[in-house]
């Protein structure tokens, strides 16, 4: 925790030139504030400081920053005005269940049909009166990610209706299983290969595509068999993953109960009492929930500037350029995770994160072993990485006509949300930097490259301090007897 700053927000931030630093604006509550039970108040005194950093990384997520949707009239609505990802309202699930302990007699209104609307539909249906979902575009509901794998390593028929094959089927005798260590290694390895088997659907034109299609459609036609002409209006004719695969478990059924209404016509306005239509018709709420979404700008939210004056917001317009998503030109020793084309169609983003970091570590180390003043890509390796982007999506579903955060919120253009490839691609892609790809500078006055070899001596040595024979520790050796063995058959063999 001593070097976490909670509450410290990034207001500003300025590579020096003269001297390699970053130099950061921070704003943080005044002192007597600053814990987690009493926040300040709004437009209460902030102290502002700046501070120096030889590497800047900003993990600062996609999604991070909520919006209200762009409909005429939303301030005027009376009843109660929620967004999805308002957490502001006090902490998440807890604020959500108080605030709805008493809607057993509400009208309530959900706009969207993203992930937000598809899981909070489901959630309210049984703890309210009525639920109005509005809904503007289309989407694939699909069957549980990896729900067969899950039902066979549960031992579950994946035909039962109860097989969601999800956490909430866990039964106490599966959670003793799962104690055991061995087992749950092997079971999580299944599950995790089992999510990085899909990425060839996300191909315009696969089998898997096609297979996929085939699959959800039957899936979404079955479950709305109660009202089938909801399928109409809720089947794509876009690509299964064109905009982000959701398995939604319940909402189909949701949108069948009585008490909830599908209602496609477009929204006109919101009124004081309720939600209007472009057919003139109203419909009257209690509450109104917008599950519309976030800023899908890709943009920081504070000002950074880079070599020659220019932001990074200046950089990043009309659309972001990355090199491999990790660092951009014209920014020197700025590094970062789940910036943009980062984030994965497919697979595991846990694994990706893990790698943007360890890439940036790999770069702290080097600065600091060779004592540079500062790394940056160069803008050509910067331009290549585009001109694969913008060879890869075409052939991908992505790049189908739907709107999607991971074209900024547009129907077409510009991917600029995803990896240009699958979880396993990106990972290797990025594990090994390329050092060639980058420029160096080393420090003022310094010529002679070699300047980092100091007096002839390790520290360790200097200082008579820690280990002095580190290379034969057990994680210093990388390859074990046994597999140098079968290493050398191997190749022997082929
Ligand atoms: N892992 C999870 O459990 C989870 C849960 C929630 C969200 N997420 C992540 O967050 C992302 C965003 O999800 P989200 O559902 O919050 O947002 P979203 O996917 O952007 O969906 C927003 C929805 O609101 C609709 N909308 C926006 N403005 C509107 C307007 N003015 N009038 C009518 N409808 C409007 C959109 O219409 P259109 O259909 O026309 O676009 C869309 O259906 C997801 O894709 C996912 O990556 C993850």
């Not at 102290?47 to 997520?61: M, P």
């Not at 509450?287 to 943009?299: P, R």
Request: with cysteine; aromatic share 10%.
């Amino acid at each position: 925790m001593r070097y976490i700053k909670l509450q410290h927000r990034v207001v500003h931030a300025r590579y020096d030139e003269p001297t390699g630093k970053w130099h950061l604006r921070i704003r943080r509550p005044p002192p007597p504030n600053v814990t987690l039970e009493s926040p300040p108040n709004e437009g209460e005194a902030y102290e502002e400081f700046e501070d120096t950093a030889d590497l800047l990384f900003t993990g600062v997520g996609s999604l991070s920053r909520w919006k209200w949707p762009e409909i005429d009239g939303l301030k005027d609505f009376e009843g109660k005005l929620f967004h999805t990802a308002d957490f502001e309202v006090g902490d998440g699930d807890k604020a959500w269940q108080e605030a709805i302990h008493d809607w057993k007699d509400k009208r309530v209104g959900v706009i969207g049909v993203g992930s937000s609307a598809i899981q909070i539909v489901p959630a309210l249906q049984s703890r309210v009166k009525k639920i109005v979902n509005f809904v503007r575009g289309k989407t694939w509901i699909s069957t549980p990610f990896s729900g067969a794998k899950m039902a066979e390593l549960m031992q579950r028929d994946p035909e039962a209706e109860n097989c969601t094959g999800y956490t909430d089927v866990f039964s106490e005798e599966d959670k003793e299983r799962l104690k055991d260590t061995e087992y749950y290694k092997q079971f999580r390895h299944e599950l995790e290969s089992d999510l990085n088997s899909v990425h060839p659907s996300t191909l315009k034109d696969s089998d898997a595509q096609r297979a996929g299609r085939a699959a959800f459609h039957a899936h979404m036609k079955k479950k709305l068999a109660k009202k089938p002409w909801i399928a109409d209006f809720l089947i794509p004719e876009f690509g299964v993953a064109c905009r982000r695969l959701t398995a939604g478990p319940g909402y189909l059924e949701a949108l069948c109960a009585d008490n909830v209404d599908f209602q496609p016509t477009h929204i006109k306005g919101i009124t004081n009492k309720g939600i209007e239509l472009v057919d003139g018709t109203h419909e009257d709420l209690d509450i109104i929930i917008c599950a519309t979404g976030y800023d899908y700008s890709f943009q920081l939210d504070f000002p950074m500037v880079g070599r020659n004056g220019v932001t990074i917001q200046e950089k990043w317009s009309p659309h972001p350029s990355t090199y491999l998503a990790v660092c951009t030109d014209g920014f020197p020793n700025w590094f970062m995770s789940l910036g943009p084309n980062s984030s994965l169609g497919s697979g595991s983003l846990l694994v990706l994160i893990e790698r943007q970091v360890e890439y940036a570590v790999a770069v702290a180390k080097k600065i600091q072993r060779e004592r540079l003043k500062s790394i940056e890509v160069t803008k050509e390796a910067v331009a290549d990485f585009d001109e694969y982007l913008e060879s890869y999506f075409p052939k991908t579903v992505y790049s189908e006509k739907c709107r999607s955060w991971y074209k900024m919120g547009k129907e077409q253009g510009r991917v600029v949300a995803l990896w240009p490839g699958s979880c396993l691609h990106a990972v290797r892609a990025i594990e090994q930097p390329r050092w060639e790809d980058f420029r160096y500078e080393l420090p003022e006055g310094v010529k002679n490259r070699m300047h980092w070899l100091g007096d002839g001596q390790t520290y360790n040595e200097k200082t008579m301090t820690g280990d002095r024979a580190w290379y034969l520790n057990d994680d210093e050796v990388d390859i074990p007897t046994g597999a140098y063995t079968t290493l050398r058959l191997s190749v022997l063999i082929s």
